[in-house]
């Protein structure tokens, strides 16, 4: 091994074992010391109320300055982060965000913008939105766009209303969804909660729709198809064309899930082969750090005979100025308050002008560059049940391992103790033990020959010592976790018993 390969993986945990905050408290101790005092003293009782005041907060650790710094500085280098390393996951576009979006973000404009704040004093706001807009309708091929929905879901349940809306104003809102079996896994939700029948589509054998499946299953009773595209195998849909035309002969939609727009941007554009509507994950292709739950954005685009249903308000130009149309007599109403994560978007239009038309292609060639380069790198040594041409992401199977014993769980979590975050473990569901990898655009060459050379060698370890992959990870400073007991019975509170 490398002198640099063995510095990535010993110094990945150099920091020793960490006591919770509350075994390293001390009666008495402070974190603060004040000079007497020499004014004369509240009562804070009686100042702020009796109900505000406690005397003391049960439980409450009482360390120095140096002790709280020193052991949050130390909890922080045990989070794995983009800034510290590459994201494998698939089907997630955890990739590096430019930090000129950050601080575009946090202008004093636009950071401090207040949404009731009158319209002739947040033109500058409007104008952000009003690009966006447009930005991201010719970046799509479609003919308008809501930036409301706040979420990648949510940006699939306003879709999927939009076309129930057209439909019943044509007098039939009809009564099923199609779903491929390569589709993410929100887009069913999404169908049963707009209030439609589910029926799912197997894929055939190269991976992608079966339209001649399509074709017999498209009746008066179907009112989209929902698909993911890429699909969830990383492979395009390339019968996509014929399968709008079966869907619009029979009076039904297509539906596109824009959340692999990564391997798209710059190359197709989903208006072109027939999409009537899709989502976009601002935080996915568009720049928005992952993680927690959020924030994130889901602006839908739509074609022209869909666009009078969008949620209202929808911001219009008149005279030189903008302002919110809420009289929009067809809108399926709001889909959150306000209008949209503001941060969000702000930080996606300034990714896409950073970038400009060719430096956004360029980004998206770079990312199937690197997904097909690690799919080159790792046919040799595990599974690939799906051989057609991928793109911005590639999906293994444990097949090879699991003859060994070993699961694609446990190649994940020895991966941890080669410092990389695991990939995506067992999905898409379509692939029995899926190893799901994207290594984004923003991945250089090094960085992804690191994690090809530590996925061979987990590989090799398998063929060796199986036992050593199946008891990771060792580096850690916790090891396997009973993942059923922490589901099942999770310690939410810490108490002195614990």
């Known amino acids: 091994?490398?002198?640099?390969?063995?510095?990535?993986?010993?110094?990945?945990?150099?920091?020793?074992?960490?006591?919770?905050?509350?075994?390293?408290?001390?009666?008495?101790?402070?974190?603060?010391?004040?000079?007497?005092?020499?004014?004369?003293?509240?009562?804070?009782?009686?100042?702020?109320?009796?109900?505000?005041?406690?005397?003391?907060?049960?439980?409450?650790?009482?360390?120095?300055?140096?002790?709280?710094?020193?052991?949050?500085?130390?909890?922080?280098?045990?989070?794995?982060?983009?800034?510290?390393?590459?994201?494998?996951?698939?089907?997630?576009?955890?990739?590096?965000?430019?930090?000129?979006?950050?601080?575009?973000?946090r202008l004093e404009g636009l950071a401090w913008a207040h949404p009731y704040q009158p319209e002739?004093?947040?033109?500058?706001?409007?104008?952000?939105?009003?690009?966006?807009?447009?930005?991201?309708?010719?970046?799509?091929?479609?003919?308008?766009?809501?930036?409301?929905?706040?979420?990648?879901?949510?940006?699939?349940?306003?879709?999927?209303?939009?076309?129930?809306?057209?439909?019943?104003?044509?007098?039939?809102?009809?009564?099923?969804?199609?779903?491929?079996?390569?589709?993410?896994?929100?887009?069913?939700?999404?169908?049963?909660?707009?209030?439609?029948?589910?029926?799912?589509?197997?894929?055939?054998?190269?991976?992608?729709?079966?339209?001649?499946?399509l074709e017999r299953i498209v009746d008066q009773d179907v009112a989209a198809l929902m698909v993911t595209n890429p699909n969830t195998l990383g492979v395009f849909e390339e019968n996509i064309v014929h399968?709008?035309?079966?869907?619009?002969?029979?009076?039904?939609?297509?539906?596109?899930?824009?959340?692999n727009m990564n391997a798209l941007v710059g190359v197709a554009r989903p208006g072109d082969f027939g999409v009537d509507v899709l989502q976009l994950n601002l935080h996915k292709t568009f720049s928005t750090p992952h993680g927690g739950g959020g924030p994130g954005a889901g602006p839908v685009a739509v074609k022209s005979h869909l666009e009078p249903f969008l949620p209202a308000p929808r911001l219009q130009r008149s005279g030189g100025q903008l302002h919110f149309d809420y009289d929009r007599k067809q809108a399926i109403g709001r889909v959150r308050a306000f209008y949209g994560n503001f941060g969000v978007l702000v930080r996606a239009l300034a990714y896409i002008?950073?970038?400009?038309?060719?430096?956004?292609?360029?980004?998206?060639?770079?990312?199937?560059?690197?997904?097909?380069?690690?799919?080159?790198?790792?046919?040799?040594?595990?599974?690939?049940?799906?051989?057609?041409?991928n793109m911005h992401e590639v999906v293994f199977s444990d097949d090879r391992q699991a003859k060994l014993g070993v699961r694609t769980g446990d190649l994940a979590k020895r991966l941890i103790d080669y410092g990389f975050h695991p990939y995506t473990v067992s999905f898409p569901l379509i692939v029995h033990g899926a190893l799901m990898i994207e290594p984004t655009e923003t991945e250089s060459k090094d960085e992804i020959d690191l994690f090809v050379e530590a996925m061979i060698s987990i590989a090799r370890e398998v063929e060796t010592d199986p036992q050593l992959v199946k008891t990771a990870p060792h580096l850690t400073r916790i090891g396997r976790v009973d993942e059923v007991a922490a589901a099942r019975k999770p310690v939410l509170k810490w108490t002195p018993d614990s």
Not at 8 to 29: A, D, T, Y
Not at 169 to 187: E, F, M, Q, V
């Open 120 to 213: 002739t004093l947040a033109q500058g706001c409007m104008e952000v939105m009003e690009r966006l807009e447009a930005a991201l309708a010719e970046i799509t091929g479609m003919d308008a766009v809501t930036l409301q929905p706040s979420a990648g879901a949510q940006g699939e349940l306003t879709g999927i209303l939009l076309v129930r809306a057209l439909l019943e104003s044509r007098g039939n809102p009809r009564k099923k969804i199609l779903i491929p079996d390569s589709a993410h896994g929100t887009n069913p939700a999404t169908a049963a909660i707009a209030g439609y029948a589910i029926e799912n589509i197997r894929s055939s054998e190269t991976g992608v729709l079966d339209v001649g499946a």
């Open 353 to 389: 002008l950073a970038h400009g038309g060719p430096g956004l292609r360029n980004a998206t060639l770079d990312a199937v560059m690197n997904a097909v380069y690690i799919r080159k790198k790792l046919e040799p040594y595990f599974d690939l049940p799906y051989p057609s041409p």
């Open 243 to 259: 399968a709008a035309e079966i869907l619009h002969a029979k009076g039904a939609m297509l539906y596109m899930d824009g959340a």
């Open 1 to 105: 091994m490398s002198a640099r390969k063995l510095d990535r993986k010993v110094n990945s945990h150099l920091s020793p074992n960490e006591l919770l905050i509350f075994e390293r408290s001390s009666p008495g101790k402070k974190a603060y010391q004040l000079p007497e005092l020499d004014v004369p003293a509240v009562d804070a009782a009686e100042a702020l109320g009796a109900a505000s005041v406690r005397a003391e907060i049960p439980g409450f650790p009482e360390v120095s300055e140096v002790e709280a710094i020193r052991h949050f500085t130390r909890l922080s280098t045990w989070n794995y982060a983009i800034d510290y390393g590459m994201y494998p996951l698939g089907s997630c576009t955890m990739k590096y965000n430019p930090r000129i979006n950050e601080a575009v973000a």
